[in-house]
């Protein structure tokens, strides 16, 4: 009944091959974005945006960003957080130094930086892959914190080491500092991400995406089809490291407005965003926001039920919530090894049969 | 997207809790993660003094109290998380035991308007009030600490530490960097030597931080640790038989969870402190009848007497004494954020009421002011005695270095405030 392409007659190759092809999808979609910008805004308050929504938007940034790594090239990769941490410290040093600069560009200049970065620490992924590639990856997130806690010039020689967001102001409205109004940093993340899923989308279904999915299909059989393996693969790592870095600019300027590398871009950081990739779904936008939903909701869901509705002490509700958390994850992948994503698709499958399915 | 959507309905449903007439105060604790052990006693004994005196007197003034609590895990996520879960709630104090929270939180309570006492811990420079108006750190701060720890020292030494060694230890973030600076502005005065090893988050790994301590044979190592990073440390200590007397840590790595692991070894291990320990209070009988017998403890009761569970009582006494005087000055009982802010701006706490407290000898004398919000900046050195399984107070309160800190303080916050573009207050 749903998702039917029934007398969805399409007379151009552009309408055929658009990112929403159905027609019930793709208001779906439109009703989905015309919430996110035209409602959402005027009811958010402190709690929703610090607690729920920044992270959520912050994180599929992130989360898109190493879908297309792991996701799309293939290219398992465990420095994210130090990727993010580079993201977050350019930012902070371009914020600083240049203060008349609008932040947004400094956003964006974070990700370029960063993903340069990425692509000095993909060199390695020509040579090795899989597991020992990962083992690499692991070295950029050690050395990252590492060194942003070792050289004082990155947090401009503060005392507690820790770097700070002056106040930013995007057409007169602060989007960093304490006086943001919720609204307006979650605008910021908000268009972030939507213009960060779009070119993600299209690059993906394009040549690049294609070699890139060559590439983690059988590199070998890709170079001999013509995919040049070092453009492919340091593509990816700069394209992904470069959502990365806004992700991580975004974190530090717009959600927390203060971090200290080791506690907010730690090990623990890189995990948590590989988890959401896996969980949404390898190889898919919108799985990136499943994964970044999933888990940035679920703790919080899972507190305020515990906590605020059943009146549980809060450590028997921090334990219990590690256990339901981990054993959804489990439950999740033995179901569906494909995700999130694969749900959602098998759903739209079954809903496109409702009610008669034979 | 249609996740977000049912989660928001259905956290507005569970979010709508009642309002009542009482005095909040969020309790922003960690009963879980690798800080457990400091923060879960620190929480028991913050949660048990309102309890007692809403047990006992009926609340602050006729107000009784609510202490709602949230768990943070050390982890700044978290923590932002819980404070803005809190403070729509009518929060009047914000306690969170975490420098790093701590500084994630001072330009939000600036915007909001809601204090925040970050005793012993936290911004060092928020002593100034004349720069930092809703943040408070009575009554002492870590730069207090490092002083004593080298006075001590000098004490040690008969007054003199040139060509002496000292190493810092520290938990590699802002709370382990914090005391940097003044050591080393007191390693020009007295001459010593310093050399800093930070420990990763949270320091179960230590061994080759000793290796070198080892190699270096310094006269004194001083520590900067939390949770467990504290047993750690101590133990390692004990395995390079380094001599306990010449160990010191900081406030936060002197309590029983981080000495009893290491058993005997751990005899002689000194670490400043601000509080009295043990249960030779009078307070303590109204505890353990009001709250621990009447099954109303935050714990099991096990920790009464313990240094963080003391210093957790410590710190709701003086948010207690605050919101009272708060209650004076505007003749109202149900006081909001910003006349609890005057309050603490008004407290004196002073050995006569302490002592009508119950508690005698407590901790220093409070008198806090619009410029100085870091209160006298004394402590104490305590003494780990193996055999008893107590910490012994070996010195009397000592006072900081006040002519190296409050230098540094008054260019520490200078800095905060150009950056920041804040006028001084209390003109």
Known sequence: ?358 | MKLKLVTLVLGAVMAGAPAMAELVFPSLSYRTGPFAAGGTPFADGYADYFTLLNERDGGIGGEMTRVPECETAYNTEKGVECYEATKGDGALIYQPLSTGITYQLIPKVTADGIPMHTMGYGRTSAANGKIFEWVFNYPGNYWDSASIMVKHALDMEGGDLSGKNIVLLYHNSAYGKEPIRTLEELSKKHGYGLTLIPVDSPGQEQKSQWLQIRREKPDYVFFWGWGVMNQVAIQEAGNIRFPMDHFIGVWWSGSEPDVLPAGDAADGYKSTNFTGTGTDYPIFDDIQKYVVDAGKAAGDGSSLGQVQYNRGMYAAMLAAEAALKAQEMYGVTEINAAQMRDGMEALDVTAARMAELGMPGFGPEVHVSCENHGGPGQGLIQQWNATDKKWVAITDYIESDRDVIDALIVEDSAAYAKENNIEERCK
């Open chain 1, 1 to 358: 009944m749903f998702y039917r392409e029934a007398g969805d007659f399409k007379t151009s190759y552009a309408e055929d091959s658009q990112t929403f092809p159905i027609k019930f999808d793709r208001y779906r979609y439109y009703v989905v974005l015309l919430i996110a910008f035209a409602v959402v805004p005027f009811i958010i308050n402190d709690y929703w945006v610090n607690a729920v929504f920044l992270p959520f938007l912050i994180y599929a940034i992130a989360a898109i960003g190493l879908n297309i790594l792991t996701g799309y090239c293939g290219q398992v990769s465990l420095g994210t957080g130090g990727f993010m941490a580079v993201g977050a410290y350019a930012c902070y040093k371009l914020m600083t130094s240049f203060p008349e600069v609008s932040i947004l560009i400094h956003v964006i200049l974070a990700g370029g930086i960063t993903a340069a970065v990425g692509v000095v620490f993909g060199l390695p992924s020509l040579r090795i892959k899989g597991f020992y590639l990962a083992v690499a990856t692991l070295a950029a997130q050690f050395f990252l914190v590492w060194i942003f806690n070792r050289v004082p010039w990155f947090y401009n020689y503060s005392a507690s080491g820790q770097i700070s967001a002056p106040e930013r102001t995007v057409l007169g409205v602060s989007v960093t500092g304490a006086e943001t109004a919720p609204w307006a940093a979650y605008m910021v993340c908000l268009v972030f991400l939507t213009l960060s899923a779009i070119l993600a989308r299209n690059l993906t279904r394009g040549m690049a995406g294609r070699k890139w999915m060559a590439i983690r299909d059988m590199d070998i059989a890709a170079e001999i089809i013509g995919v040049d393996p070092l453009k492919a693969k340091l593509s990816a790592f700069a394209v992904s490291s470069f959502f990365i870095g806004i992700a991580g600019a975004l974190f530090f300027a717009v959600y927390l407005g203060a971090v200290e590398v080791g506690e907010a871009f730690g090990i623990t950081k890189s995990f948590l965003v590989l988890f959401m990739v896996i969980i949404g779904g390898l190889g898919s936008i919108f799985g990136s926001f499943a994964g970044a939903a999933f888990l940035v909701l679920l703790p919080v869901l899972l507190k305020n039920l515990l906590v605020g509705g059943l009146g549980w002490p809060t450590d028997l509700a921090a334990h219990l919530e590690f256990v339901i958390v981990g054993a959804l994850i489990i439950a999740f992948l033995v179901a569906e090894p494909h995700g999130l994503a694969q749900l959602w698709r098998v759903a739209k499958e079954k809903l496109r049969l409702w009610p008669f399915p034979h």
